[in-house]
Structures are given as C-alpha cells and as structure tokens.
C-alpha cells in the first residue's frame, strides 16, 4: 500500500516534471506542424486572407503542374547526394589526420571548425561576392596568377552555380562529420588496437575491422541527421543564388521559400513543405529499417 | 540613520516622476519596409523632430530587413500586433489593404489642407483599392538615366543618348571585356520588371497608360511583332553590352558597377542619388532622361511608397499628426534630398531649386514633356500580379541563357496575363 502511494507520487512527479516541456513543444512544434498541414489544402494567399477557402488537392495540382518543382526536385537529390558524400569523406579523412595529439591541435581545431559556428545564409552571401564574376576576389586571384583572362561566371552559368553552391555547402559541412567521427574516435579503447596488432593486423585491417565497427553507430546516425538538415539547408543557396539563375539552383526549400517571398501563396509553400515531410519520412523510414537499431547499439 | 532615510526616499521620488512620466508617454509604433542604414538615419532624425514638438510621444521604429519586411508587416497586422504608423510600397498596396487591416484615410484627407499641395495625379495613383487612400506617399520614384560623363568623355560620348538605338550603340563601342569595360549596367535580378517593360514597350506606340501590359485597343501586347522587336535589343543589350554576370545583378551589384564606372550607363530611380552622393565625387554622374524608342516615346511608371495607420490603432489621431507633420514641406524636402526621392509637394518643386537642377535634370525633363515620358500604370490591384513579377524575371532569365526563344517567352507571358484578365 505504502510502496503503491510511493509510486503514484512518483508518477505524479514525473508528469509534472515532463508538463511543461510537453507543453512548448506541442505549442511551438506540433500545433504549426497540424496547422501547415492544414494551410496545404486551403487557399490562404495575401488577397485572400479574409475569405479562406478548402481547396482540396487543387495546391498540390498546381505544384505538379509546374516544371520548375521537378527541376527543384532533381536538384534536391543532387544537393543532398553529393553534399553529404563529399562532407563524409572529407569530414572523416579530417577527422582521421586530427586524431593523433600534435603540436597547436587546439588551435587548428578551431580555425577548422569556425565556419561550422557562422550563419549559413551570412555565409551564402559572403561566397555570393567572393565568387563574384566581375568584382569576386576569387577570379581576382585567378587573374593576378594569370591562370585565367576573363572573370569565370561562377554563379551566373547555371552549371557553374550549381556547382558552386554545392562546393560551398561542402566547405561548411565538413567540420560536423570532423567533429562527430572525431569524438567518436577517441572514445576507441587503444587496448582494442593494441590487442589487433598482436593478433597481426595491419593499418588497414586495423581500420576496417577496429575503428569502422567501433564508430558505426555514429555514422549511421550523423548521415541520417546530416541527409534530413541539408535537404532543410536552404540558407547557402538563398544568400548565394536565390535559387536562381532561372531556378538552376533550386531545390525544394528554396522553391518553397520563393513562393512565399514572391508569391506570397502560403498554401502553395505549405504543399511544398508537406512533400518535403514526406520524402524525409519515407526516407527515415527506410534508413532505420536497413541500418536497424540492433545495429545502432551494436559495438 | 537620517541618511538612509533621505536616500530611500529620494529613490523613491525619482522612480515615481520616473513611472508617472512613463504613464504619460504614447508610445507609436511605426515600422519601416525600404530599410537601409542611410534611410533609417533620416527617418530617426525626422522623429527626434516630431517627438521634439510633442514631448508625450515617444515613436518606436521598425526597421525590418528590406527581403523580409512585408512578412513582418503581413504577420504584424494580421495578428493585430501593436503598430500604429505601417509604410507601404505601391507593388504591395493592394496586398496589404485585402488584409482588412488599414485604416482608410479618405475621412482625414477630406479635413486635411495639406492636400492641395500633394503633385498632381499622386492621390488618384494610391487610390489602387475600391478607389480609396490607404496610405499618403512619402516619396515619388520614376526611373531616368543615370550617366558617368567622366568614364564616356574617354570615349568621345560628350552627350547622353536620345533614343534606345543611340544608348545601344554607345554601349557597344565602350563595351571592352577584355579591359573589363562595358556599357549597359543591367539588371538579370532582383524583379527587373520596369528595366525590361521600359525597353520593350518604347517599340511601341499605343499603350494604354492605364494599364503596361495593355494597347489602347484593349489587347495585350506580347504578340505584337513591335514587342518582339523591343525584347530582341533588350536581349542584346545583355549579350553584348553588359557582363554575363549581370543575369545576377540586383540593385546593389547594379550600383557598384556604375561607381567602379564598369558599365557607365543605369537606369535607376532617384533613391539611388542618396547613395552615389555619397561614393561619387560631384559631376562624376548625372542623369537625363530616358532614351525614346523608335514610337518616339517611352513608358516609365510612377512608384511610391506612403505612410498608412492601421484600423485597430489607439492612436489613430496621433499617427495621422505624424503623417501629416513628415508631409510638410520642409520635412518633406529633408527626406527626398537626404534618401533620394522625388518629393510628393508642388510646393517643395517650386520653392527649392535642389529638385529641378543638378542631378534631378532628368526627371525635369521627363515631367516636362507628357507627350514623349508617358507614365503608365500597372495592373496592381491584379491578384495575379504578386505572381508576375518573379515569373517574370525566372522567364526572362531562361531567354538570356538560351533556354527557350523569344517566342516561347512572349506565349508564356501573353498565357499568364491572358488567364489574368480574365480575357
């Protein structure tokens, strides 16, 4: 009797303590998130604000009519594929050269990190006049070093700037998966690289069959993270392109943003929005149902 | 003992005048949607002066970023948020007005002398909803050519072009890229509505003044063999005029261009002549107006932006003592000369000569001869047209690169204002 009072007390405890946080989060995440939902099947734009109608599919249609969502689609795949490849690779190769204590690591941490601390859409507008075909310091350099004659349109050639926001993101990215596999790394017990070198195990093996496994976990979740936030990563692009020229660099949270901005169809960007949650989620999905939490766990 | 007694008290009586002053203050909120530095100086400047005059009113500024500001105002009214003073630019008029949020001012007008002195035509052009003033203009903006003689002296160009054809041809022989030297300053970005609608139009003729996308006989004009000429210099001013980077120019890459003397001819509304003041030495630009094309006319529009009150304002009366007292002539000619716009009185026009000299020649001309500068209006209060002016400029972008015709362009743009009309 005396332990059940306890253990409602404790409940009760325990509800309070969670209330307030249930509370924001319901207010601040899930009441926005139902209520863009919403907004995705009514006719909510700036001229009809006071007469907001249920519209059905009729957004959606209009989205799927439109070749630039497809051209913000495929771009999207491509941001993510080769932004979140090259920041890995880049990341964990960083990562690997950093591990071993040497002389001023502190200070070279930091330098590499700081871009990682700046706002992405400062930074987007930053690298929009660096790589600037007329007055960009970039092509100043290449022609002090004569390595080329004329400006290189770097965000003006759809191609270029394509590239360009991509090689940005890149830059900015590399510093998570340094930091992440970084601390992921020196949590490897050496007793595990000491006991694979009595067993005869080279550099290589040492590093498929010691570190890999060991850091698994860690990577499967910082690509999991890392795919989610750079599809949700407009900031680069917006501060460089604006998604443009002629939507070259668009991907979906740029072209959603641009509805807003221009448009100011707020039905239209929740529709957007919506698809965007929905390729997240089914890409969720899939991921934790072929990297399964048994693994995740596994060491 | 004493002494502690004396400093509590004294305390007290300071955070009582304190509190009992606080209590007695309004305080406006007035918020801003062309911010920049310069432009936010002045306007404190212009409120340091009504607080001045009126020692109980405090007035708090907005100064949303310039990208964002109409999501600030959308969100701010539709919520009811406190704001007592909201500024509006003509593209955006009609959108803020369907909020149902904005005072009409037809009432205080009515009772207001000042009117009188309002320019010609200026109340008839902000009354864009149902025929009602939401909002008195604080600035009037029109574009003209602005020229660097210094950079065109080197070239032997001692006067500004005339007509579309002479500006094209003057821009090609400056145009060097191998010297980094080109003509035309253009603009690929940042909704180039006017820059593309002022060329294309001047080969015509006939446009309905009451409306840019319209002739006289009602059509639209996409389809016109004359428009498709217009577009074609228009084309070719970016592909051998101006640098292939300018399909990214906006309003700031435009003015550094002209002030590095790049591309030494811009078109460009007054609020540009506060800032090359500043970054250009005296008689380094000047304006004159725009070239004709060959219908002998051109088609610049009227812009402006204007002070409105919202309707669930407490304050209403003081707002309108605010608007009214930034609509005096004196104050009125501060804020023009120090931002740059055309100022919204005859009686600043005919009282300083600031505004009919020097590098407001341009706009002189122009006003001068309504035969030959036909200002012409926009289908603003068009719901569609929230949506056209960045269709516009992403159409436009994919006929400077090559990826659809000229043809493909005009179906596209007559299509959209065809379903627009209502046609």
């Known amino acids: ?299 | 003992m004493k002494v502690k007694i004396l400093v509590v008290f004294s305390v007290l009586v300071i955070a009582l005048f304190a509190m009992s002053f606080a209590a007695n203050t309004v305080t406006l909120n007035m918020i801003q949607v062309f911010t920049s530095p310069q432009r936010t100086h002045v306007l404190e400047t212009i409120i340091k002066e009504f607080e001045a005059l009126h020692p109980n009113v405090h007035i708090n500024l907005i100064s949303p970023p310039y990208e964002s500001a109409y999501q600030k105002v959308y969100l701010m009214l539709s919520t009811n948020q406190p704001l007592d003073i909201v500024e509006v630019g003509d593209w955006s008029l009609e959108g803020v007005v369907q909020l149902g949020k904005m005072e009409n001012l037809e009432p205080y007008i009515a009772k207001w002398s000042g009117a009188k002195d309002l320019i010609p035509g200026l109340l008839k052009a902000v009354r864009v909803t149902g025929g009602k003033a939401y909002i008195i203009p604080n600035g009037v903006y029109a574009k003209a050519l602005f020229y660097r003689p210094d950079i065109l002296a080197k070239f032997g160009i001692t006067q500004p072009p005339a007509t579309m054809k002479e500006l094209y041809n003057d821009c090609l022989k400056i145009t060097n890229p191998t010297k980094n030297q080109y003509g035309f300053d253009f603009r690929g970005t940042g909704l180039p509505t006017n820059f593309i609608d002022i060329i294309t139009t001047s080969y015509l003729n006939d446009i309905d003044p009451s409306n840019m996308y319209k002739l006289k006989n009602g059509k639209l004009w996409f389809k016109d063999p004359r428009a498709l000429e217009g577009l074609k210099l228009y084309l070719n001013f970016y592909k051998n005029t101006a640098p292939k980077d300018s399909i990214n120019w906006g309003f700031d890459a435009q003015v550094n261009a002209f002030v590095a003397g790049t591309t030494p001819f811009l078109f460009q509304d007054p609020d540009t002549t506060g800032l090359l003041n500043s970054m250009l030495k005296k008689g380094q630009y000047k304006t004159a107006p725009l070239p004709v094309g060959p219908s002998g006319k051109v088609y610049p529009s009227y812009g402006f932006g204007g002070w409105g009150i919202p309707n669930y304002s407490k304050h209403k009366e003081l707002a309108w003592e605010f608007i009214k007292f930034f609509t005096t002539p004196m104050i009125s000619a501060y804020f023009c000369k120090e931002y740059g716009a055309l100022p919204v009185l005859k009686s600043v026009y005919e009282d300083d000569p600031y505004f009919s000299s020097g590098v407001f020649e341009g706009w002189k001309k122009m006003f001068s001869d309504p035969q030959k500068y036909v200002f012409t209006s926009y289908p603003l209060a068009n719901p569609a047209w929230t949506r056209w002016t960045k269709y516009q400029q992403d159409t436009m972008q994919q006929a400077l690169l090559g990826r659809i015709t000229l043809d493909q362009l005009t179906t596209k743009w007559y299509n959209f204002w065809k379903k627009a009309f209502g046609m």
């Open chain 1, 1 to 299: 009797m005396k332990r059940s009072k306890a253990h409602r007390n404790l409940k009760n405890f325990i509800f309070w303590m969670l209330f307030p946080t249930f509370t924001i989060v319901a207010i601040l995440t899930y009441y926005p998130t139902i209520k863009g939902i919403l907004l995705a099947f009514e006719d909510y734009t700036v001229f009809t604000f006071q007469n907001i109608q249920f519209v059905g599919w009729q957004n959606f249609e209009t989205i799927f009519s439109d070749p630039n969502f497809f051209i913000a689609l495929w771009n999207t795949v491509w941001w993510i594929a080769l932004s979140v490849a090259f920041q890995f690779v880049l990341g964990f190769a960083l990562a690997l050269l950093m591990r071993k204590p040497f002389r001023g690591r502190g200070v070279y941490a930091g330098i590499v990190f700081y871009p990682w601390a700046l706002s992405g859409f400062a930074l987007g507008i930053l690298w929009s006049w660096l790589l600037n075909g007329q007055f960009g310091l970039i092509n100043d350099i290449l022609m002090k070093l004569h390595l080329i004659h004329h400006g290189i349109d770097f965000l003006s050639n759809p191609s270029y700037a394509f590239i360009s926001v991509i090689a940005v993101n890149v830059w900015y990215g590399i510093p998570f998966f340094a930091i992440m596999i970084l601390a992921a790394l020196q949590s490897i017990p050496n007793s595990l690289y000491e006991a694979a070198e009595i067993d005869g195990a080279g550099s290589v093996s040492k590093f498929f069959n010691v570190t890999l496994p060991y850091i698994k976990p860690t990577v499967v979740s910082t690509l999991l993270l890392r795919v989610i936030w750079v599809m949700n990563f407009p900031d680069i692009i917006y501060g460089m392109t604006k998604g443009g020229p002629a939507g070259s660099t668009n991907i979906l949270a740029t072209y959603m943003i641009n509805i807003v901005y221009f448009e100011s169809d707020y039905s239209k960007a929740s529709a957007v929005g919506l698809i965007i949650i929905s390729i997240l989620t089914a890409y969720a999905l899939t991921y934790l149902k072929f990297t399964s939490s048994y693994e995740l766990g596994e060491i």
